[in-house]
């Protein structure tokens, strides 16, 4: 993830039990400013990006390799996970159209 614009924060977890429901543990907070580049894998934990300012913009550009079509989001308070869906604008270069074909 590189930020291309303002700054953001990112929230690193440990990934929680699968027996427990309990809050999440943070293991990491730091943030970014403009031209810094972060880096996360599934070995280094979970993590959340957000613009804590709620007047100024921020622009961040991910890169994703490979591409995959699922990903699972984590409540902070309990650590349920639910699947989701990731959508993209390029996969493998090519753009990718989402609209139903006619």
């Known amino acids: ?3 291309m614009d303002g700054s953001l924060t990112e929230t690193k977890y440990s990934w929680p039990s699968e027996k427990k429901k ?4 943070v293991t ?3 943030a970014y400013e ?5 880096y996360i894998n599934d070995s280094i934990g979970l993590h959340r990006v957000e613009n804590r300012s709620h ?3 921020a ?9 995959f ?12 996970k639910v699947k989701c869906n990731v959508t993209f604008h390029t996969k493998y270069g090519e753009k990718v ?3 139903k074909q006619q």
């Open 22 to 25: 309990r809050p999440m543990n």
């Open 55 to 57: 007047t100024n913009k």
């Open 34 to 38: 403009k031209d810094h580049v972060a």
């Open 69 to 80: 079509n699922m990903c699972q989001s984590f409540d902070e308070r309990s650590g349920h």
């Open 1 to 3: 993830m590189k930020i």
């Open 97 to 99: 159209c989402y609209r």
């Open 59 to 67: 622009v961040s550009l991910h890169l994703y390799s490979p591409p």
């Open 28 to 30: 990491d907070v730091t």
